[in-house]
């Protein structure tokens, strides 16, 4: 059960990466320190978070934001779209380091939080509408 709902998760974080960079997100993407910087800005006052916490999700964002970017890059140079189970795997693996670092309670609503991310980032869409 525990998989499954991970595996969900990482396949909504991708599927909205890939929906942010057809939005022409991709060039105007915010850098590793930015997007944790942003992270953590959101999650300190959410979730209580002790400066013993920030710091290590500081370190687990950037280290995971990092091999996204990377992979991306990767992708991109060689022609390729980046592989979505890969990112799924990096996800599932960031949120396992995360659990370990945050109590039960903070974990539970760091996982709402996200799918809440999610949903709102998924009604963005482009085209279409009145202007």
Do not use: C, H, W
């Not at 795997?89 to 999610?118: C, G, P, S, W």
């Amino acid at each position: 059960m525990k998989n499954r709902i991970l595996l969900t998760l990482a396949l909504i974080i991708t599927m909205g990466l890939g929906a942010y960079a057809q939005q022409g997100g991709g060039q105007q993407r915010r850098t590793v320190e930015e997007r944790v910087k942003m992270m953590l800005e959101r999650l300190t006052p959410e979730l209580q978070l002790s400066k013993d916490q920030v710091t290590k999700l500081d370190t687990l964002f950037t280290r995971s934001f990092k091999e996204q970017q990377k992979m991306r890059e990767d992708a991109q140079a060689s022609g390729n779209r980046p592989d979505r189970e890969t990112f799924q795997k990096l996800n599932n693996d960031r949120d396992e380091k995360v659990k370990a670092i945050l109590t039960d309670d903070q974990f539970k609503k760091y996982k709402e939080q996200q799918e809440a991310m999610r949903q709102r980032g998924g009604n963005r869409g482009g085209g279409g509408g009145q202007r």
